[in-house]
T-cell receptor, first 113, second 114 residues
């Protein structure tokens, strides 16, 4: 059973700090990774995708991928109260030629003003 | 460009009834996937359709079914509803089939079974 694991949190950080969210996955052949943000009562919204080892930056968000360690992380710089949400890590189910995503349980981030 | 549209947004049903949920993907997207989200189980894959064909199915009982029409719109049906079917049902669309494609989610249908 392919798995994606995240710390459920809550992760509490003060406004302006860096929030670090982590995700590990079990399938060594995984090639792409996605971070979704989900506000309470809303649907998931894609915020980052990453396909290669290393860092990918987009505004205040940086995704980091280490395939050897089967680890992907999301850094949020200058955290704002509006960043308070659940962050979901998702990995495609490789080998099935489908778009099926396997999701972690999500990390609840709370940014304190 | 319009996003993924799901209807209805909210549903209240009683045990034993059946329900049909609808999803219209982003224009031009041919792949539609359905997910169930509950507090206990998180986001779980139900099934995926591409060009009117079911490509993959998750570990859900046969009471859960779906289909896709020639215009890529999709419906899912749940028969003989149980209390445990209460969940947020999410539809996601993608331009292509195959692993690694970005999926965009609709607002979801929140189903409550009484």
């Amino acid at each position: 059973q392919k798995e994606v694991e995240q710390n459920s949190g809550p992760l509490s950080v003060p406004e302006g700090a860096i929030a670090s969210l982590n995700c590990t996955y079990s399938d060594r052949v995984s090639q792409s990774f996605f971070w979704y943000r989900q506000y309470s009562g809303k649907s998931p919204e894609l915020i980052m995708s990453i396909y290669s080892n290393g860092d990918k930056e987009d505004g205040r968000f940086t995704a980091q991928l280490n395939k050897a360690s089967q680890y992907v992380s999301l850094l949020i710089r200058d955290s704002q109260p509006s960043d308070s949400a659940t962050y979901l890590c998702a990995v495609p189910n490789y080998g099935g030629a489908t778009n099926k995503l396997i999701f972690g349980t999500g990390t609840l981030l709370a940014v304190q003003p | 460009k319009a996003g993924v549209t799901q209807t209805p947004r909210y549903l209240i049903k009683t045990r034993g009834q059946q329900v049909t949920l609808s999803c219209s993907p982003i224009s031009g997207h041919r792949s539609v996937s359905w997910y169930q989200q509950t507090p206990g189980q998180g986001l779980q894959f139900l099934f995926e359709y591409f060009s009117e064909t079911q490509r993959n199915k998750g570990n859900f009982p046969g009471r859960f079914s779906g289909r896709q029409f020639s215009n890529s719109r999709s419906e899912m049906n749940v028969s003989t509803l149980e209390l445990g079917d209460s969940a947020l049902y999410l539809c996601a669309s993608s331009l292509y089939e195959g692993e690694g494609n970005i999926q965009y989610f609709g607002a979801g249908t929140r189903l409550s079974v009484l």
